[in-house]
């Protein structure tokens, strides 16, 4: 399972909108520099999300939990969301091409570059249906594993805190 520390910013009944801010293994390599992972990570910085989650711990707001999401579901979404997309740009563009040659276009490009694009609009509309689909699966969602005793994070926002 993977691990991260959550703060929650407000509870809603038996849900709780966490914030977490990702921590980047930049600057602890001796190549930090000249990475591109170190370059993106200061140019974009440590970007924070919030997600809604079931409250199983009773957290309140301004408390700190751990989540968690299954290495699988990662894994399976992961490849859906970048394999999908170029799969079918290149599947079309060769589709594309191959209607070219059939239909005795001299030049196969613009019909295989057609192809392609109108296959990556197809890829990132089937990744679109499929995080529909997925986003009330259990499977694919975090969940609050445990509150934090002793450890320190810092965010950069205060917690909304009940009347």
């Known amino acids: 399972m993977i691990e991260e520390t959550a703060l929650i910013l407000n509870c809603d009944g038996e849900y709780a909108d966490i914030e977490t801010k990702p921590q980047s293994s930049c600057g602890g390599c001796a ?4 990475c591109g992972t170190g370059v993106f ?4 910085g440590n ?5 809604r989650v079931v409250n199983t711990l009773k957290a309140k707001p301004g408390e700190q939990v751990i989540i968690g999401l299954q290495e699988s579901a990662l894994s399976r979404v992961s490849m859906v969301f970048y394999l999908v997309p170029i799969i079918a740009m290149i599947l079309a563009a ?7 040659i059939r239909l005795g276009y001299v030049s196969q490009d613009p019909l295989a570059i057609l192809g392609g694009a ?15 689909t997925v986003e009330a699966d259990s499977r694919y969602q975090p969940v609050m594993l445990r509150l ?4 320190k994070v ?3 926002c205060e917690p ?3 009347a």
Do not use: C, H, N, Y
Not at 148 to 151: G, K, L, M, N, Q
């Open 47 to 51: 970007r924070k999300t919030v997600v």
């Open 94 to 100: 060769l589709l594309g091409q191959e209607m070219a």
């Open 118 to 132: 109108i296959g990556l609009f197809a890829g990132l509309w089937l990744v679109r249906v499929f995080s529909r």
């Open 31 to 34: 190549s930090s520099g000249v």
């Open 154 to 156: 810092v965010f950069d």
């Open 41 to 44: 990570s200061k140019v974009f």
């Open 160 to 162: 909304k805190l009940p």
């Open 148 to 151: 934090v005793t002793s450890e």
